[in-house]
């Protein structure tokens, strides 16, 4: 894993009636690894002997990340014109300058607020509805909010299976599905999700998870 920092930038550029030139250098740090921390909190509540279920969450309510791992000072620098811009080698540009330091720097995790309900409208048929906050535009996270309908079938007592779509947020429409292999001591979920469109060249990403719950 890796972070990196920028805390400034310059650029220059220059152009006549003939041509552009220009150049930008960026000054950051850069670090291998690091620890850190993040506390969730969350309530739900159960009415109508669990028909519905509501809840709100905050994911990294507090937390971050100190890196501090074989950490360096970089400097980013590009140049360009727009007679060679055509012939730049992908190998050459941006060149990047590297020096070791000690030291370490720290990053905030992005918080997050989540509102759900579920609908429970018989023994097969269970709905479910989210809503998702973010509080800055960083990496995990979006001031657009975030809106997601699912439902989860279960023909089989221990084969649930899922389905669900999402829109906004920072992935924008998202459409997913998965499973659970419930077999009461243990409970295997997968799930997978498209982004940006269905299939092929509409998608713009894929995700996948997985989790195994122990119970007794």
């Given at each position: 894993i890796q972070a990196l920092r920028l805390h400034s930038s310059e650029a220059n550029i220059k152009t006549t009636e003939?041509?552009?030139?220009?150049?930008?250098?960026?000054?950051?740090?850069?670090?291998?690894?690091?620890?850190?921390?993040?506390?969730?909190?969350?309530?739900?509540?159960?009415?109508?002997?669990?028909?519905?279920?509501?809840?709100?969450?905050?994911?990294?309510?507090?937390?971050?990340?100190?890196?501090?791992?074989?950490?360096?000072?970089?400097?980013?620098?590009?140049?360009?014109?727009?007679?060679?811009?055509s012939e730049i080698d992908d190998d050459e540009y941006p060149k990047l300058e590297a020096d070791t330091v000690g030291g370490s720097f720290y990053t905030f995790l992005p918080t997050t607020m989540a509102m759900g309900a579920s609908y429970q409208m018989n023994a097969t048929y269970l709905f479910t509805f989210e809503y998702e906050q973010g509080f800055r535009e960083t990496l995990g996270a979006s001031r657009t909010p975030r809106v997601g309908f699912g439902t989860e079938m279960t023909f089989t007592r221990f084969f649930p299976i899922r389905a669900g779509l999402s829109f906004g947020g920072k992935y924008g429409f998202s459409i997913g599905s998965g499973f659970s292999l419930?077999?009461?001591?243990?409970?295997?979920?997968?799930?997978?999700?498209?982004?940006?469109?269905?299939?092929?060249?509409?998608?713009?990403?894929?995700?996948?998870?997985t989790g195994m719950t122990f119970q007794w």
């Open positions: 003939m041509f552009i030139e220009g150049e930008y250098q960026g000054y950051g740090d850069r670090s291998y690894g690091g620890n850190g921390y993040g506390i969730d909190l969350g309530a739900a509540l159960s009415i109508e002997e669990g028909k519905w279920v509501f809840s709100l969450g905050f994911n990294n309510l507090l937390g971050g990340i100190s890196w501090n791992k074989d950490n360096e000072h970089i400097i980013l620098t590009s140049e360009f014109d727009s007679i060679g811009i419930d077999l009461d001591a243990f409970v295997w979920d997968v799930g997978i999700a498209n982004h940006g469109g269905f299939f092929g060249n509409s998608a713009k990403g894929l995700s996948a998870a």
